[in-house]
Each structure stands twice: as structure tokens, then as C-alpha cells.
């Protein structure tokens, strides 16, 4: 009997390709199958003229909040050009936007504690006290609002430097039917929301979805699915180390 705790299993990874090859490589050493089917692909705008703009005065601004590492990879970029002063706050959503921060010599940000995202970056006393003061937000087109709407509730006035997009570059789950026709899907790994909806906007209800475990790094990701009544496990912690144990647990369950 092979004790490798994820042999023989085949699970979908839906992260775009440049960000699935440490989960990828810790599910094959687990004995697991990965199978890469991005349904998010960070691309750069077509333009950012507007986006240039947008970060012209940023000097004047008290806060810089950074909501992932592809907004500092898309946007860092255009900022260092600029001379900027020392009082200027920069925020990063969790430890892997601070360290992409850093490559552009940013060494001090502030990150939340615990969980990694809007609410727990919300929940921090520096964002409390926010009246009056300039925050300029990095991200992709579109996105949640909850931290905009929050801060602007405290006080705040709030910008958006938008500088990447998010498109899905799958125009239907035939290759993942096609595969649950040769082999059993044991679980899809979904990390983020618009992911998700994709997943279940595609899947339309097909009756296959249901005998599939779906490992999410946040419970906020896990509500539309568990509505439809799908198998959902989410992970105790952010990162890959966190999910690789969300998968063991939930295909040992």
C-alpha cells in the first residue's frame, strides 16, 4: 500500500500559471496528479495613460495599499520613476506582496495579521484612524469594493490606481469533463472569488462538480459554492504549505 497521502489522486489546479508551480510541486511530491487549468490570467492593460495619471500626485497621498503581488508587478514599475516622500505609507494585503514590495525597495510595509485580505487589513489600528487622510489603492480592474467602502466610511478619501486586468482564458471545462471521463477528478484548488464564479458559471450545474472536493484558502470563496450544495474544505491558514494539508485532509475525509 503506497503511503503517499495524495497517490493516485488528480487535482485541478485553477491558479494562473505563473503562480501554481509551488502548490504543484508539493501535490506531485504528496504522490498526488496536478492538473494545471488556469482560470485566471493576469494581463497588462492595453493602455496606462490612465493609470499614469491616476499616480501623479501620490506624493500628496498618506497610504499606498498594495492588494496583491501582481498590482506591484503591474505597477511598482511606474511609481519608482517618481521621487517620493518619506511619509508616504505603504500596506501590503500579506507577506507576498511585502516581499514583492521589497524588490523595488520598499522594506517597511505594513501587513495584516492572521487571515490576508480586505477585512483583516481593515481590522489593523492604522486603518481605524484614517479621516482625512489620501489612500491610494493598487489593483486590478474591477475588484471588491469592501476596503474602498470602508475606508471612505472612516473618513478617508480613496483613490484607485488600477494597473493589471484578470481575464479567464478558458472557454469551457471540456478538458476537465474529458478527463473525469479517463480518470476521477478528486478536488479542485479555487483561490480567489472571480475564479470561482467562473468555475461554477462554466459548470452550470453539472452533476460531476458534486463528486468533487473543492479546497479554497478562504472562507469568503467557499459561501456561493457551499450554497449550491458542493463539497468545499478550506484551509486553516494562507499559503501552499496550508493548502497542501486542506487537500490531504479533505481527500482523506
Known amino acids: 500500500m503506497n503511503s503517499s497521502p495524495l497517490h493516485g489522486r488528480h487535482i485541478v489546479i485553477t ?24 482560470l485566471i490570467e493576469i494581463a497588462p492593460l492595453g493602455d496606462y495613460q490612465h493609470f499614469e495619471q491616476c499616480i501623479r500626485d501620490l506624493g500628496r497621498f498618506d497610504w499606498a495599499i498594495f492588494i496583491s503581488s501582481n498590482a506591484v508587478q503591474n ?9 517620493l516622500p518619506v511619509s ?40 481605524q484612524s484614517v479621516k482625512n487622510q489620501k489612500v491610494m489603492i493598487f489593483r486590478g480592474v474591477g475588484g471588491r469594493e469592501v476596503l474602498a467602502d470602508t475606508l471612505k466610511s472612516r473618513g478617508a478619501e480613496v483613490h484607485f490606481a488600477e494597473c493589471y486586468q484578470r481575464i479567464n482564458p478558458q472557454k469551457d471545462l471540456s478538458t476537465l469533463t474529458a478527463l473525469t471521463n479517463k480518470e476521477p477528478l478528486d478536488a479542485i484548488v479555487v483561490t480567489s472569488s472571480e475564479a470561482m464564479r467562473h468555475l461554477l458559471s462554466m459548470a452550470n450545474h453539472q452533476d460531476w462538480l ?5 479546497c479554497v484558502n478562504n472562507a469568503r470563496i467557499s459561501e456561493e459554492p457551499i450554497q449550491l450544495g458542493l463539497n468545499v474544505f478550506v484551509a486553516t491558514a494562507p499559503g501552499n504549505d496550508a493548502m497542501l494539508a486542506c487537500l490531504i485532509e479533505a481527500l482523506n475525509h
Open 15 to 38: 491558479r494562473p500559471i505563473g503562480q501554481a508551480g509551488k502548490l504543484s510541486a508539493l501535490i506531485k511530491e504528496a504522490g498526488g496528479e496536478p492538473v494545471l487549468f488556469p
Open 75 to 83: 505597477g511598482m514599475p511606474f511609481v519608482s520613476q517618481f521621487t
Open 88 to 127: 508616504l505609507k505603504f500596506v501590503a494585503i500579506g507577506p507576498s506582496t511585502a516581499a514583492e514590495l521589497a524588490t523595488f525597495g520598499i522594506q517597511h510595509s505594513l501587513i495584516p495579521e492572521g487571515r490576508f485580505d480586505s477585512e483583516s487589513l481593515l481590522a489593523l489600528p492604522q486603518m
Open 210 to 214: 458534486k463528486n468533487v472536493k473543492l
